[in-house]
C-alpha cells in the first residue's frame, strides 16, 4: 500500500538533495518512495490533503530514562524554592523502581512512549539505569526492548548505597554486564562528580564495547571534566549534556564524530545553565537534542518544548533545532534511515498543525502534532 500526502505547506526532508520544499508532495509506503512538488506527485492507494500544513520528520530523541516507578515531585519543589540539584535523588528513584512489579514498570514505559508518540517522536532510546543491581538492571532493559531497538545499559548511572564505588564499577563491568549485554545495543556512564571519574568511566565502556555494545557517555553535565575527551578518545557515539565545555572541549567534538547531544530540559527543571550550542554549532560540531525524560530533572517527553528551549535560551536557530531534534538524534543513534525524508528513510513524520515549522518554536508550549506517521501508518 502507498500513500500520497499533497498540499504540503512545507516540507522539511533533511536530505541533502531536497532541502525544503513548498507546495509539495510526499509518497510513502513504510519507506518513503517519492518527495518533490505536488503537481509532479505520482498516484498512490490512498491520498491525504495536508491543506498546506507543514510536514516535518519524525523526532528521534536519543536521551530517555523510561524504566522508573514513581515520581519526585516534592525534589522538583525544594529546587525550585531553591535547593540546589545534586543528582542524589537517583537513589530515590531506585528504590520505588526495585520495588516496583514488572507489570508497573511496563506500563509506565508504554505511557510515556505512546505520550511522546503523540507529540511526533517517533524513535525513542531508553536506558536502564534506576535498578542498579543486577537483577533490576536485567529486567530493565528487557523491559526497554519490548518498546525499542535502543536500548542502553546505564548499571554506571550511580553508586547505590552499601557498596563501594570501585567494588560497583566491577559488579557492572562483570556480573552485572553478563545479565545486561544481551538486552541492550549501548553502553553508558555518568561521569561526573558525585557519579564515576574519568578512569572508572573507561573502565565501563571499554568493558561494554569488548561485550559488543556500542558506547555513549553522560558527560559534563555539572562541571567541566574528562567526559568529554573520553568519548572522543573511545569514539562514543555522542557525549551528552555537555553543558560545562572548555574551548578544547569544544575543538575535540569538532573533530570528531562524536555528537554532542544538548538537553535543555534538564537545564530548565534544575535551572541551571544553558549548553551553549551556538559555540559548539559555530566551531563545526555535530549538534543533536533529546529530552532526557527522566522523573527527577527533565521529566518531559516533549521534544518540541525542547526545541523551542534550545533557540530561545541557546540561540539555536529555528532550522538548526528542528534539524538537531531529528537528523541529528538519528547521528547520535548512527541511523542512517531515520530523521530525514530522503527516498528510501523510514516513513516517520509529522503533520503539524502550522503553516511552517518555524512554529514549533514561535508557538511552544501548543501541542502542533497533527497526524504523527510511523513507518508509513497514521497513529
Not at 62 to 77: K, N, T
Not at 329 to 349: F, M, Q, T
Request: negative net charge; proline residues 6%.
Amino acid at each position: 500500500m502507498s500513500l500520497l500526502i499533497t498540499n504540503i505547506g512545507e516540507l522539511t526532508t533533511h536530505d541533502p538533495e531536497l532541502g525544503t520544499l513548498h507546495d509539495a508532495a510526499i509518497v510513502v509506503g513504510d519507506t518513503v518512495r517519492w518527495a518533490g512538488p505536488a503537481a509532479k506527485a505520482p498516484d498512490a492507494d490512498r491520498v491525504i490533503d495536508a491543506r498546506g500544513a507543514a510536514v516535518i520528520p519524525g523526532f528521534v530523541d536519543s536521551h530517555a530514562h523510561l524504566v522508573f516507578a514513581g515520581d519526585r515531585a516534592p525534589e522538583f519543589a525544594a529546587r525550585m524554592a531553591g535547593e540546589p540539584y545534586t543528582g542524589g535523588g537517583i537513589r530515590t528513584t531506585m528504590a520505588a523502581t526495585r520495588a516496583a512489579s514488572d507489570e508497573t514498570l511496563r506500563a509506565n514505559v508504554e505511557r510515556l512512549v505512546q505520550e511522546s508518540l503523540r507529540q511526533g517522536t517517533t524513535t525513542m532510546e531508553i536506558k536502564s539505569g534506576y535498578g542498579l543491581n543486577v537483577p533490576d538492571e536485567a529486567r530493565s532493559l528487557r523491559i526497554a526492548a519490548e518498546f525499542t531497538t535502543e536500548t542502553t545499559y546505564l548499571g554506571a548511572h550511580v553508586t547505590p548505597p552499601g557498596i563501594e564505588p570501585d567494588d560497583y564499577v566491577r559488579l557492572v563491568t562483570g556480573e552485572m554486564l553478563d545479565h545486561c549485554a544481551a538486552h541492550a545495543k549501548w553502553v553508558d556512564v555518568f561521569c561526573e562528580r558525585g557519579a564515576f571519574d574519568v578512569d572508572q568511566a573507561r573502565a565501563v565502556l571499554t568493558a561494554g564495547i569488548a561485550r559488543g555494545l556500542q558506547p555513549r557517555i553522560h558527560a559534563n553535565q555539572l562541571t567541566e571534566g574528562g567526559g568529554i575527551r573520553l568519548a572522543v578518545e573511545l569514539g562514543c557515539a555522542s557525549a551528552d549534556h555537555c553543558t560545562h565545555l572548555s574551548a578544547s572541549d569544544v575543538d575535540a567534538l569538532a573533530g570528531s564524530d562524536t555528537v554532542a547531544t544538548l538537553l535543555p530540559g534538564a537545564e530548565f527543571s534544575t535551572r541551571s545553565p544553558y549548553p551553549d550550542a551556538r559555540t559548539l554549532l559555530d566551531a563545526g560540531a555535530t549538534v543533536a537534542l533529546a529530552t532526557d525524560c527522566n522523573p527527577g530533572s527533565s521529566y518531559t517527553s516533549s521534544m518540541s518544548f525542547c526545541l523551542a528551549l534550545a533557540v530561545r535560551e541557546m540561540r539555536m536557530t529555528p532550522a538548526e533545532a528542528l534539524w538537531a531534534a531529528t537528523a541529528g538524534g538519528a547521528r547520535a543513534l548512527r541511523r542512517p534511515d531515520i530523521g530525514h525524508l530522503g527516498v528510501g528513510a523510514r516513513a516517520d513524520l509529522v503533520i503539524l498543525d502550522a503553516p511552517s515549522a518555524v512554529h514549533l518554536a514561535y508557538r511552544p508550549g501548543v501541542p502542533l502534532a497533527h497526524t504523527v506517521l510511523h513507518k508509513g501508518v497514521p497513529q
